[in-house]
């Protein structure tokens, strides 16, 4: 018997939804770009018609098939190959052994249970084994034995993991202890040292115990005072030289021999004009800026402490004044002593007397000497010199 070929209608899908013919009931029409078909009914125009099994596309390079009902319990048999597959609902894997190889795995749920098939009273460890390859596997797990976590670095000697009830329960650990410690009558100052076989407790001897220099003896020399022991441990001793010393205080020497004094200054950037103070505590006060206008002097030990409540009387100070002069030059015109010429008696160096006048592009440097006369009363012995 001959065989028969039967052809049916086709054209691209452009042409057919371009033409947009009715086929005949019964009728085939096959898209030869998409391989889908469709069976005309006699009424039904090609565009509005289906595709045959509910089909509605096939894309011919992710093999991605819509339009067709989901199967409400499918079965796969063999091997299904996919590029991508996302499950929308729940996933249930049935079997002994479940592979994932993947580099990357993310688990939303807070808890992972393992043992989950477990029932009645446990007898199964459960934990976490790393695969490290050539090196030995490390795992963390709870012990169903001892009911303790544990943790192992060579995958057969496995530690507890210390937790708050197990340290609240164990032995606290001493000196004592340990194995080469020997500690006998224990007294406060104590401390351990090696005696060349174990570690025993021993009294701070310094001249044995120690390594440096120490104070094995203190001797006071002319003009300190020695208070106290001069040898031994834990002494109390003081050294005093009969009035106080720091950098606050006031020394008083009967006699004093120096190679070399230095002396601090205030410098300010400052015109010399209205009264201007000069603070014997501070030794020279030194203005950077040319003088504005002539200027009044007032003598104080600093701005919290008169001269006449520093000094006694038959006592002397001597501070010095530096200003800088411009084009025009100005001078001090009288001279004050805690704020007031009352009981101040100027008496300026040379024949003329106070000055007159400044020295013009030139730096003028007032001394004054103060010497307390009696109370509140000030003979001040003053000099101008000029620096070009």
Not at 139 to 167: C, F, H, M, Q
Request: hydrophobic share 35%.
């Amino acid at each position: 018997m001959a065989s028969r070929r039967i052809l049916i209608r086709r054209d691209t899908a452009a042409n057919w939804t371009s033409a947009n013919p009715t086929l005949a009931s019964g009728e085939l029409g096959g898209e030869t770009d998409t391989g889908k078909l469709k069976l005309g009914n006699g009424s039904t125009a090609w565009n509005s018609l289906a595709y045959l099994g509910g089909v509605t596309s096939v894309n011919g390079s992710t093999g991605i098939v819509t339009g067709l009902a989901a199967l409400a319990s499918p079965t796969f048999t063999g091997t299904v190959t996919t590029n991508n597959l996302t499950v929308g609902g729940n996933l249930t894997v049935s079997g002994t052994t479940t592979s994932v190889n993947t580099e990357t795995v993310t688990v939303d749920d807070n808890i992972i249970v393992l043992n989950n098939n477990a029932t009645g009273a446990p007898s199964e460890n459960a934990g976490i084994e790393i695969e490290r390859g050539s090196s030995t596997n490390v795992v963390l797990r709870w012990n169903e034995t001892t009911d303790k976590w544990e943790i192992t670095n060579d995958g057969t000697n496995y530690s507890p993991i210390a937790t708050d009830a197990s340290v609240a329960t164990s032995t606290t650990l001493t000196l004592d202890n340990l194995s080469d410690v020997t500690i006998t009558s224990a007294a406060s100052g104590d401390f351990v040292k090696w005696n060349g076989s174990a570690w025993v407790n021993d009294p701070i001897d310094l001249a044995t115990d120690t390594v440096g220099n120490y104070v094995a003896t203190i001797t006071a020399g002319t003009g300190v005072t020695s208070t106290g022991a001069t040898t031994g441990e834990g002494i109390a001793h003081t050294l005093s030289i009969g009035q106080a010393v720091g950098t606050a205080s006031e020394v008083t020497f009967a006699g004093l021999k120096t190679t070399s004094v230095i002396e601090p200054l205030t410098i300010s950037a400052t015109a010399a004009t209205g009264t201007v103070a000069v603070d014997a505590a501070n030794g020279t006060t030194y203005y950077t800026t040319n003088a504005s206008a002539n200027w009044v002097v007032n003598l104080r030990w600093n701005s919290g402490t008169t001269l006449d409540s520093k000094l006694s009387t038959g006592e002397m100070t001597t501070a010095s004044f530096m200003a800088r002069q411009g084009g025009t030059a100005y001078y001090p015109t009288s001279v004050q002593v805690n704020g007031t010429t009352s009981g101040v008696t100027t008496r300026w160096q040379g024949s003329t007397g106070a000055p007159t006048s400044g020295n013009a592009n030139s730096t003028d440097m007032y001394t004054f000497t103060v010497v307390k006369t009696g109370s509140a009363t000030f003979d001040v012995f003053a000099a101008q010199t000029r620096f070009a």
